[in-house]
């Protein structure tokens, strides 16, 4: 075994390329994308070292040309769930007792293979599988999960440095132990860093792990898995499995030897699964971690002293990019009478000059929704805004399913802070508006303030510092991540710590130590260099 204080190398946040026209990036996603349209891809489940083909096929549709399949996922059933969490136990051992700069390796290796050559494949698989645009691909399944593999092994390193201090004659020592038991890592579609992230966060502290990503993630999740086994990963640490929630939980939820979930998704979900966990609690070994980034109606508060300019691109932005599926996307605003005039104009005009289609079409800003059902819902929520007298549309309002699920950027104006769509998480390309009177200020910060259960991410648009330091401190507990003119989307790991409280999750903050830190069990040893050998103390003597 190697012996050494092992320096890691120094994570620097991975470059966005920005697929400019003529530029070789913007060839060679393409070059990826037509690969993947060539062949029809064939993905198994990978439990321990083998590649699980049920028989049972799902088609994998791109959202923007529905009538086109990518290729097949193998469904699995509850055997194929108990069959990961033995193989995930079978690794155990091994894995834990890997020396940690071993374990380093492999996700350091990862991440040189999604920055080289597995980049425009995995960005290829995101934009056709999720419908995401070039740019948000780049900056989610290659930047960002580069970013959190790379960082992940400093802060891993960061944890073990620190020790307690010693008093003459003792050794005091702190060890972090992975885990007694597995991680079930259940992820979302929307983001393919953080379905990269869950799964390996874990694993790299010396938990194994059986990880269900989103059926429409899958398309990109089997890719990250060839990189990691590419990588070194050994069989067993993460299995892989499609099956049904109900399947997956029915299974997990009742194993003596789940140790903890690793969630990204909604709130109901969350909620029904701490619920579950809560009335199975003595059926475990251990106290299991509950980790969970769940949902946000998150807001932009424009005040009167605004750069018009800022606000109105933090708007378009923060709610449009990714169809407004990001968990932090802008979904409700709050702006100024004062300004509000001269700003409308602009959101008007921008979005006016949104092109909506599917992803080859690098000219697009906009793409398809995820599936039907949220293009069902989302149309749901148009319509009945236009038949609201208390709803003005200012600008989209139309959709198409024809050939793909596409929702055109939509700007609602209501006149009550209260209407449904200020309250309710939308999850789509949907941005609900409020103009307040510029001297009830302070009944406003307080009408935000509870509006929503949610307090995931929120941005204030102001110049005045005065306003900037009262905003920033009466909203305090309405977002863990809040942005001071800024769009409320677009945290970079290693800088912007992500989470949020309320009913946004248990804010462990993915992309730093925090979050690292649920992954693993310390233990305090103390040895004694020079023991007592009597135990009669000092002070039982007499005069």
Known sequence: MTKGFFNVPAPVNEPVKNYSPGSRERSFLKEAISSAYSVQADIPMYIGG??????????????????????HFHQGDKTHVKQAIDAALAAKAGWENLAWEQRAAIFLKAADLIAGPYRY????????????????????????????LRFNVKYMTDIYAQQPVSSRGTWNRLEQRPLEGFI??????????????????????????????????VYAASVIMEVLKEAGLPDGVINLIYVSGPDAGEIIFQHPDFAGIHFTGSTSVFQ??????????????????????TGGKDYIFVHGSANLKVANTALVRGAFEYQ??????????????????ELKKLLVRDLASLKVGPVEDFRNFINAVID??????????IDQAKADPGIEIIAGGKYDKSKGYFIDPTILVTQDPSSVTMCEEIFGPVLTLYVYDDEKLDETIELLDKTSIYALTGA????????????????????????????????????QPFGGARGSGTNDKAGSMINLLRWVSPRTIKETLDPATDYRYSFHEED
């Open 460 to 495: 204030i648009i102001a110049s005045d510092r005065y306003v900037i330091e009262k905003l920033t401190n009466a909203l305090r507990n309405t977002a863990g991540n809040f942005y001071i003119n800024d769009k409320c989307t677009g945290a970079v790991v290693g800088q």
């Open 372 to 381: 039907e059902k949220s293009f069902d819902k989302l149309a749901a929520v």
């Open 272 to 293: 029904n699964i701490w619920k579950t966990i809560g009335n199975s609690i003595h059926k475990y070994k251990t106290y299991p971690r509950i980790v969970g980034e």
């Open 121 to 148: 494949k995995l960005n290829a698989a995101t934009m056709l599988g999720q419908s995401k645009n070039a740019y948000q691909a780049e900056i989610d399944s290659a930047c960002e999960l580069i970013d959190f």
């Open 50 to 71: 083998e590649e699980v083909r049920t028989g049972n096929k799902i088609a994998i549709r791109p959202p923007h040309n529905h009538q086109f399949v990518l290729g």
């Open 184 to 217: 079930f890592a259940l992820t979302p579609f929307n983001f393919t860093a953080i379905a990269g992230n869950l799964p390996t966060s874990a694993a790299l502290m010396g938990n194994v792990v059986v990880w269900k990503p989103a059926n429409t993630q």
């Open 324 to 341: 407004g599926q990001k968990c932090s996307a802008a979904s409700r605003a709050y702006v100024a009478k004062s300004i509000w005039p």
